[in-house]
């Protein structure tokens, strides 16, 4: 059951990932808190602040395709690190914001859509790097222990930002996370150049279908994308985690219901030893894919604040579970040359369902109230999770030591391919041999 900290001992750079993700992700989890409960106190509507999701979302579809491309065209560390700087000025601009007597409700808009349109380029480069700086045989555990650095993000960050909130001064929130920023630079700015893959296609819509048509044509994949879809798009109440705030106790109990989900999360990581010797990892997707949902009809249904807390961190173990398999069916199956496109996609599937799901929640619960809204997701979330299973009988049984075995046999088969090209130094960013 024991967490293998494994890559954390054998590899520098992953140390270094590692570190600046978590620290940023810190940060990153504050201002993610901030941001919709500013709306929340701006407008006291639940559509407005299930809005933001729309104005994340049109960006990132668009961006995820060309943040995939680059990611395997160019230095996938130095993606990571461009992005981070971006992130840091928009940060540096919140801050500005919430110094005026009434900030700007556009420009919280702006700012979500540009946050998204920039981590449409990050993501794919970012997770394209882990195959890169560890072995195959340790992506399991490697996609644990980056679990557990997300949840341990996503556990402080919200619980830090709901005791910012009720105690200081706006302006002070921002500069906290414009302070991890700083320190994730200096670590990014440690690691070591990864360049892109030999005779890497050049960022184009060529390249973009030749993402898509391989992940149409693996029908593993797409299960991990449309059950993690469905049970987002459903069963993701967080717009209106400030209206069950105020019912449950008040602003200073939003932090809690944002850390609630990482609590569990992070109980399901530090035991997730025995994910690693589960290769039935289709099954084991949507199982927790549909028990995210009964965590989430429990949380709509809870009247004290306590139980609220108990159902959603077991709906973040459920979650866990899920993402822990998705990123190992992803890292352990996909060629490297494809690893960056693949990584737009899967964003894409773990992006827009929450983004949409947010828009979602808030229209219905103008109709059915705020219980009523949540209890109504997660009871589509499951019935969806299950009407999924039935049709993809193939992901159902999907083994990932198969999975394995194609990816090694792929990038054996690319690199043969693309030798000519590297050796004649045909390819930009190639160099001939000798």
């Given at each position: 059951m024991a967490l293998d900290v494994t890559p954390l001992r054998t590899?520098?750079?992953?140390?270094?990932?590692?570190?600046?993700?978590?620290?940023?992700?810190?940060?990153s989890f504050i201002t993610y808190v901030t941001i919709?409960?500013?709306?929340?106190?701006l407008t006291d509507?639940?559509?407005?602040?299930?809005?933001?999701?729309v104005c994340e979302l049109v960006p990132l579809l668009v961006m995820a395709f060309v943040g995939g491309a680059l990611a395997d065209y160019l230095d996938r560390r130095a993606l990571v690190l461009g992005a981070e700087v971006a992130f840091t000025v928009l940060c540096g601009v919140l801050l500005v914001n919430s110094l005026f007597d009434r900030p700007h409700l556009w420009l919280l808009y702006v700012i979500a859509a540009l946050t998204a349109a920039i981590d449409g380029i990050q993501r794919p480069a970012l997770e394209g790097l882990t195959p890169r700086v560890v072995t195959l045989d340790e992506i399991p555990a490697a996609s644990a222990l980056n679990a557990l650095r997300m949840q341990i993000a996503q556990l402080g960050g919200p619980a830090v930002a709901g005791l910012l909130i009720a105690t200081v001064d706006m302006p002070w929130v921002y500069a906290?996370?414009?302070?991890?920023?700083?320190?994730?630079?200096?670590?990014?700015?440690?690691?070591?150049?990864?360049?892109?893959?030999?005779?890497?296609?050049?960022?184009?819509?060529?390249?973009v279908v030749t993402g898509l048509r391989y992940a149409r044509s693996r029908p593993e994949l797409l299960g991990t994308y449309l059950v993690d879809i469905n049970a987002m798009f459903f069963g993701m109440p967080q717009a209106l985690y400030p209206f069950m705030a105020s019912k449950l106790g008040g602003p200073a109990v939003l932090g809690l219901l944002y850390a609630a989900p990482a609590v569990g999360s992070l109980l399901a990581t530090v035991t997730s030893g025995w994910t690693g010797r589960v290769h039935r990892h289709g099954l084991m997707v949507v199982v927790a894919a549909g028990l995210w949902g009964v965590g989430i009809i429990g949380f709509g249904l809870a009247d004290w604040l306590w139980l609220a807390l108990v159902f959603l961190a077991f709906a973040g173990a459920a979650d866990m579970v899920s993402g822990i398999f998705r990123m190992t069916i992803w890292n352990q199956t996909i060629?490297?040359?494809?690893?960056?496109?693949?990584?737009?996609?899967?964003?894409?599937?773990?992006?827009?369902?929450p983004l949409l799901g947010q828009l979602r929640s808030g229209v219905a619960a103008r109709f059915m109230g705020i219980g009523g809204s949540i209890v109504s997701g997660g009871v589509l979330c499951?019935?969806?999770?299950?009407?999924?299973?039935?049709?993809?009988?193939?992901?159902?049984?999907?083994?990932?030591?198969?999975?394995?075995?194609?990816?090694?046999?792929?990038?054996?088969?690319?690199?043969?391919?693309?030798?000519?090209?590297?050796?004649?130094?045909a390819v930009p960013g190639s160099t001939p041999p000798g």
């Amino acid at each position: 059951m024991a967490l293998d900290v494994t890559p954390l001992r054998t590899s520098r750079d992953f140390r270094l990932l590692f570190t600046a993700s978590g620290v940023s992700g810190f940060g990153s989890f504050i201002t993610y808190v901030t941001i919709p409960f500013q709306v929340y106190a701006l407008t006291d509507d639940p559509l407005l602040v299930g809005l933001l999701g729309v104005c994340e979302l049109v960006p990132l579809l668009v961006m995820a395709f060309v943040g995939g491309a680059l990611a395997d065209y160019l230095d996938r560390r130095a993606l990571v690190l461009g992005a981070e700087v971006a992130f840091t000025v928009l940060c540096g601009v919140l801050l500005v914001n919430s110094l005026f007597d009434r900030p700007h409700l556009w420009l919280l808009y702006v700012i979500a859509a540009l946050t998204a349109a920039i981590d449409g380029i990050q993501r794919p480069a970012l997770e394209g790097l882990t195959p890169r700086v560890v072995t195959l045989d340790e992506i399991p555990a490697a996609s644990a222990l980056n679990a557990l650095r997300m949840q341990i993000a996503q556990l402080g960050g919200p619980a830090v930002a709901g005791l910012l909130i009720a105690t200081v001064d706006m302006p002070w929130v921002y500069a906290v996370d414009l302070a991890t920023f700083a320190f994730s630079l200096v670590c990014l700015c440690l690691v070591r150049a990864v360049p892109p893959p030999p005779a890497a296609e050049r960022p184009s819509l060529r390249s973009v279908v030749t993402g898509l048509r391989y992940a149409r044509s693996r029908p593993e994949l797409l299960g991990t994308y449309l059950v993690d879809i469905n049970a987002m798009f459903f069963g993701m109440p967080q717009a209106l985690y400030p209206f069950m705030a105020s019912k449950l106790g008040g602003p200073a109990v939003l932090g809690l219901l944002y850390a609630a989900p990482a609590v569990g999360s992070l109980l399901a990581t530090v035991t997730s030893g025995w994910t690693g010797r589960v290769h039935r990892h289709g099954l084991m997707v949507v199982v927790a894919a549909g028990l995210w949902g009964v965590g989430i009809i429990g949380f709509g249904l809870a009247d004290w604040l306590w139980l609220a807390l108990v159902f959603l961190a077991f709906a973040g173990a459920a979650d866990m579970v899920s993402g822990i398999f998705r990123m190992t069916i992803w890292n352990q199956t996909i060629p490297d040359h494809l690893r960056g496109r693949l990584a737009g996609i899967e964003m894409l599937s773990y992006a827009t369902g929450p983004l949409l799901g947010q828009l979602r929640s808030g229209v219905a619960a103008r109709f059915m109230g705020i219980g009523g809204s949540i209890v109504s997701g997660g009871v589509l979330c499951v019935v969806g999770t299950l009407a999924l299973a039935a049709a993809l009988p193939a992901f159902m049984r999907y083994d990932g030591r198969d999975g394995l075995a194609r990816k090694r046999a792929a990038d054996e088969e690319w690199a043969a391919q693309a030798a000519p090209a590297v050796a004649a130094g045909a390819v930009p960013g190639s160099t001939p041999p000798g």
